[in-house]
Each structure stands twice: as structure tokens, then as C-alpha cells.
T-cell receptor, first 111, second 118 residues
Framework: DAKTTQPTSMDCAEGRAANLPCNHSTISGNEYVYWYRQIHSQGPQYIIH???NNETNEMASLIITEDRKSSTLILPHATLRDTAVYYCIVRANQAGTALIFGKGTTLSVSS | NAGVTQTPKFQVLKTGQSMTLQCAQDMNHEYMSWYRQDPGMGLRLIHYSVGAGITDQGEVPNGYNVSRSTTEDFPLRLLSAAPSQTSVYFC?????????????????FGAGSRLTVL
């Protein structure tokens, strides 16, 4: 049952890259790493997911280490609107039907 | 394309009252689910559905009922509200019923319904 370790909080200056780390040393070989974020009081929002290779989309980049024990979410040019709680998820319930959300990292972007 | 729509956004109930939180999606998603979010507890799964006519319990189902008569709608019913059910409720859907960690499954969440039980 893979678990994640994320820093409780991080700060980032507007316009700079935000690099959010996640440790998941017990991840299974066929399980993806998912990142979601939750802006204050809103529903969680999907960002990106990956298995082995690095991934990039319009929102972010995901770097997964070769041993898959950790990953980093990169927001290349953080804005104030990126202030949110970021969840790295590698766990599901036994039936595989629901993501298990941890406490995530609170990212504060300031000007 | 509205995505996942939840109503109401806010609701105040008295202990013992019943009510229904509505959830509708217009993406033809097979899978729908309800989570609750409490401070310091993260999101916890209440009930989920893998298709019309099929529902199952999540981690914290007690005090809640669901049904799935259509693909689009997945209402959550509180039978007799209790203060412990004060929470923010999120509905989420995904296009497939394959495992959530399979790589094929991305959840779309609604904006949430904030419920207070006095």
C-alpha cells in the first residue's frame, strides 16, 4: 500500500518555477502517480499523471525518478492563482475505485 | 460543457432533518462518487457508482444513501442529519470504471456543497 511524503508547505515567488517534491518509495510497478490540486474551498482539480517517463502538459511537468521512488511536480512560471494545496497520489482503496488523498503541500505564491 | 454540477452550494439543516445533495455530469462518465472533506481529515469516500443501477459503499457510508437511476445523476441522501455530518461534500466522476491508479482514470470534481447541521 504505497504512501506518499510531501512537505507540509512551500513558498514561491510569482514568475519563478515551483518544484513540489513527493516521495513514494513503496509504489507498485504498474501504479501511476497522480497530481491534483485544490484551490481554497473549490473541488480538487486534476493536473497531471505519469508512470515512468517524464510528462508535460499545459499546466505542469512531472519528473519521475528512474527508480520511481519519488517525483517532482514543476509549475514553470508560478502565478498567484497557483496558490493551492497540491496532492501527490499513489494510493487507492482496496477496490481500486477511489483515490486516497493525503494532506498534500500548501503552495503559497506571492508577488 | 458544464462538467460536474452540484446543488445546493450551501445548506443548513437541523438535526434529524433529511435532504438530498444533487450531482449531475454531462460527460457520459461511467463512474461517479461522493467524497466528504473535513478539516485535517482529507477527502474520504462515501459511496460510488460504476454505472446506472450499480452503487457501492466507500469508507464512510453510514447515514447516507445513494442511487444511480441514470448515467448523468448521482444524488446523495442524508436520512436523518447529525452534527457529525457537517462537512463539505464533493461529487466526482470519471469516464471509465478501470482502477483509479491505472492511468486511464482522471477524476473531475464538482465545486462542492457545504453542509452545516445544527
Amino acid at each position: 500500500d504505497a504512501k506518499t511524503t510531501q512537505p507540509t508547505s512551500m513558498d514561491c515567488a510569482e514568475g519563478r518555477a515551483a518544484n513540489l517534491p513527493c516521495n513514494h518509495s513503496t509504489i507498485s510497478g504498474n501504479e501511476y502517480v497522480y497530481w491534483y490540486r485544490q484551490i481554497h474551498s473549490q473541488g480538487p482539480q486534476y493536473i497531471i499523471h505519469g508512470l515512468k517517463n517524464n510528462e508535460t502538459n499545459e499546466m505542469a511537468s512531472l519528473i519521475i525518478t528512474e527508480d520511481r521512488k519519488s517525483s517532482t511536480l514543476i509549475l514553470p512560471h508560478a502565478t498567484l492563482r497557483d496558490t493551492a494545496v497540491y496532492y501527490c497520489i499513489v494510493r487507492a482503496n482496496q477496490a481500486g475505485t477511489a483515490l486516497i488523498f493525503g494532506k498534500g503541500t500548501t503552495l503559497s505564491v506571492s508577488s | 460543457n458544464a462538467g460536474v454540477t452540484q446543488t445546493p452550494k450551501f445548506q443548513v439543516l437541523k438535526t434529524g432533518q433529511s435532504m438530498t445533495l444533487q450531482c449531475a455530469q454531462d460527460m457520459n462518465h461511467e463512474y461517479m462518487s461522493w467524497y466528504r472533506q473535513d478539516p485535517g481529515m482529507g477527502l474520504r469516500l462515501i459511496h460510488y457508482s460504476v454505472g446506472a443501477g450499480i452503487t457501492d459503499q466507500g469508507e464512510v457510508p453510514n447515514g447516507y444513501n445513494v442511487s444511480r437511476s441514470t448515467t448523468e445523476d448521482f444524488p446523495l441522501r442524508l436520512l436523518s442529519a447529525a452534527p457529525s455530518q457537517t462537512s463539505v461534500y464533493f461529487c466526482a466522476s470519471s469516464p471509465t470504471t478501470r482502477g483509479v491508479l491505472s492511468g486511464a482514470n482522471v477524476l473531475t470534481f464538482g465545486a462542492g456543497s457545504r453542509l452545516t447541521v445544527l
